[in-house]
């Protein structure tokens, strides 16, 4: 009996396109002889719809447009396919997170996802009302039990703690259910799929059921879905895996428990550049653009974002923009250039001394008798910024940024200067993550990054001398209390009580907390980590912590 | 039977000065006989905490402090306190929405939130377990009914729909309780202190049973609370009611239903001036500013930024800067000068022409061949940012932007340019409301606004002879449009419906579409209506949405 995973890249909203994308696949599954097909959560809207579940005529074109597959795959075989449902009951949330099996022509069944998920990036009590029944249907005779992405995760064995009182994999088990499927709308994080393929190997036998996990993949705003679709026997072996980072249409067949293993690279430096790259490409195409835009200052940072940008949109689609000042060491200029080479993108030189000297002439009756401070710094990074955003403006190209999470957690960096930009490529990787990854491309990629980026102490080149440690401490340490901070939940007293130094740990969170409000002012960035900086990170700004 | 409501303006996260204000306001309430006080929501840790709730430490501070607290107050009369409560059953999420009550320096009783709100701004879901069963404990023989906010906003009656299938007042009301006391922390919108008062009203007339309804008071960022806690007797008469916009103790007597009946100002544009002042005052304090600075272009939306921040924090802490270029009127300048002195702030003149002629200069190579567009205006708008960023930052005054929610619905400024800003003053106030709050304000406060300021046809001043009406339909058709889909949740299919045209409707949906990526940066803007751009409005980005 053999099933299709469909493992596709769906755009938010975009009804039409994901509905043509869910029936050529179907086509597709069907030359290969399977007998149901399976897309992941929410396909036909795209993962997540965010507050778009709020808009009734939004939900009515997709049930409108759901006939019509119905319509177009009649002779084909059974699909199951992820959509918001109406709640009619006029109690409760307005929606159900749901499955429906088309047959024949025919909306055959709907399943309701039982447990949604409320934390981190995920808000879906928002939007949906849970259901309370597990839910199966027969194919040839075979009990088929279905399950929304969450509804799998909550396993008493498996995990330490458990989020929700129900297990509804433990209430199909009871059912006899011959498999359960999973539609699943999961985002990367470094590290993810390994833990998703011990979960599912775990449950599967325990419960002694094949289970069928389809993932969506590409981006969508913030979230990277990695596909990595995968089956598991009833022993707990893994006996299917989809492509990573791509389309895939996935055949498992559970009854001789046989599929495609796609040979997969867990290394974090790959998933990450895969990751980054997949991320970026799709954000900038899913605004509707073509071409993009960055500052190189001759640093790591905008070194590695030229390259993931080059890689996810074409090099001839990337230009890098040099904006020297008085500040900028020869070498900066120089290591850009060579970077730009290496990756083969075009580069654009505008010097920016001259708008500094009238910025300060402008401001000189303004600043009578005060002296100079970070005002000055910011004022250059924001006339880089104004640079950019023209060229984005004319050319249409979008303006990426290049700030890394370190800095944005500690708040090294100017709101409305080098943040500027619509997408923050690395925002979620930290500084010595930035480092690995660039040594890592080095090594398989024919040494893209100059070797001086690598080795130079970092600098803003704001002021003359200036270099990030001025200020910081080392990035080793500093990543290391931000690890703690910011992914592991734990307070200044938890981290000092690990051994680190108590004043630079409340110096940085105290960094920490004052930056609040520029990065609510951020660019979307790519979340890579179990915990970034955007809708994973909702704190307040106007609040004072007694520390 | 004398109740003190605690009406507080507290700051989110400072629980040390919070304990002292609610410390003091107990003692105050001892003075005047009370029997019993009670705070708003979670008001040991302001609300909303947000992610700080995630906090172990803090949560463990805070319960420490509460204990100070009962010793405090050992000798004055028990004390109802919002806390969050760590749920220790190893199963769900990690809190409880808490009131405890202290009484004779100890804890004695605790009780949990119910029903927890997840739509528009809030997520309690993402931090809290509800709990089920409703509670109520004994004084003086008299059984007291606890609820907290949400808890008593679900009557069947009242509203069309239920939210939740459960009612905790129905649950109360059976078990015979004397009084329902409710803590809250209830954001302020235009017009819905009556919407309050007529449930409470309706619900206690309904059981027969007295209600009591705190809320806290102050701005915490993008959330204005109002205040107006208040009482209503069994037969659903008001009975007491707290002041608005201001801190209060408010002295209730349960057996004779007497307490004060605060005079209150219902009009839409008193409310509005009101919240406004007080969201931009807290927020500016709250961040540890005193001083405020704003550009005055000579239109009505800085001209009203600037009236509401000389009212927060006193006109000698508001600076207004004038920044005209070619485009700038005579007029412009004038009446800019005219507004800054009725409201008697300082102003500032910074001329960006020559600024202007360096970027041309600066930009003409990369731009060669290339005609003028939007980049022009969209560099001189980020010019006038970068200066007031710079004085921003050299004088620690906050700045404040001065665009209306019309304008950011349809993407009509300048990221980076006019939206920088720490605080977004008016973001959520159309641009018809701000014509008839100028003239409220006109009326009341001794034609503070100009009136050839009210007059003038709205114009950005980007390029010769512009008006918004250049490329939007009237603000009295744009501003009804949007409000039907930003607050009424209508598509552009509904609206239509409704007789509107449809090219029009049309057109102004796939701006404010397209103007998301502008609103994700933008800074946070006070919210005064059903729905702000902001918490309460999630939208995808990179989206596609088919019309």
């Known amino acids: ?295 190189l200052s001759g640093g790591i940072d905008s070194a590695l974002t030229a390259a993931i940008a080059a890689e996810a949109i074409g090099k001839e689609n990337v230009t890098g923009v040099l904006m020297p000042s008085v500040y900028s060491s020869k070498g900066s200029i120089e290591d850009s250039l060579e970077v730009a080479k290496r990756i083969g993108i075009k580069t654009l030189t505008i010097p920016i001394k001259n708008i500094m000297g009238v910025f300060s002439d402008s401001l000189k009756e303004a600043f009578a008798g005060l002296s100079e401070d970070i005002t000055e710094e910011n004022v250059q990074s924001r006339i880089r910024g104004n640079l950019l955003m023209a060229l984005s403006n004319k050319y249409g190209a979008m303006l990426l940024t290049t700030g890394n999470k370190s800095e944005l957690a500690v708040g090294y960096c100017t709101i409305y200067g080098d943040m500027s930009g619509g997408l923050a490529v690395i925002a979620d990787v930290p500084k010595i993550m930035i480092y690995n990854l660039a040594n890592w491309i080095n090594k398989t990629k024919n040494n893209l990054i100059p070797q001086a980026i690598i080795d130079k102490a970092p600098s803003a080149e704001l002021r003359p001398n200036q270099t990030d440690q001025d200020s910081l401490p080392p990035y080793d340490v500093l990543d290391a209390i931000l690890y703690r901070h910011i992914e592991l939940y734990k307070s200044g007293e938890e981290i000092v009580a690990e051994g680190f130094d108590k004043k630079t740990v409340e110096k940085i969170l105290n960094l920490v907390g004052k930056a609040e409000f520029k990065r609510r002012q951020a660019a979307p960035g790519l979340k890579v980590t179990d915990r970034a900086f955007g809708t994973g990170w909702r704190m307040p700004i106007a609040c004072k912590i007694n520390l």
């Open 1 to 295: 009996m053999k099933f299709a995973l469909l493992q596709l890249n769906l755009t938010v909203g975009d009804i039409d396109g994901n509905a043509v994308k869910i029936i050529n696949a179907v086509k597709t599954a069907k030359e290969q002889k399977a007998e149901l097909c399976v897309t992941s959560e929410l396909a036909l809207l795209g993962y997540p719809p965010r507050d778009l579940l709020l808009d009734q005529t939004f939900i009515k074109r997709a049930w409108r447009k759901l006939e019509e597959i119905a319509e177009a795959l009649k002779d084909a075989p059974p699909v199951l396919i992820g959509i918001a449902e109406p709640n009619l009951t006029g109690q409760g949330r307005p929606l159900y997170n749901s499955a429906v099996l088309l047959s024949s022509g025919k909306i055959l069944n709907k399943f309701h996802k039982i447990l949604l998920p409320t934390y981190d990036v995920f808000d879906e009590a928002r939007y949906f009302e849970p259901s309370f029944s597990p839910q199966y249907f027969e194919l040839g005779g075979t009990k088929i039990g279905i399950s929304i992405c969450e509804d799998i995760w909550n396993d008493k064995d498996f995990w330490k703690t458990k989020r929700y009182d129900y297990d509804p994999v433990e209430s199909l088990a009871s059912q006899n259910v011959k498999c359960v499927i999973n539609l699943s709308a999961s985002p990367f994080t470094i590290g993810k799929q390994k833990i998703r393929e011990a979960m599912l190997g775990s449950i599967a036998k325990k419960h002694s059921i094949p289970f069928l996990y389809v993932n969506q993949v590409g981006g969508n705003d913030d979230l990277v879905f990695d596909g990595r679709s995968c089956a598991f026997d009833s022993n707990g072996v893994l006996t299917a895996r989809g492509k990573a980072f791509s389309e895939d249409i996935l055949i498992v067949d559970i009854k001789s428990d046989t599929g495609n293993i796609y040979k997969d690279d867990f290394m974090p430096e790959a998933e990450l550049w895969n990751a980054l790259v997949l991320g970026t490409g799709d954000y900038i195409n899913k605004c509707g653009f073509k071409k993009a835009i960055l500052g």
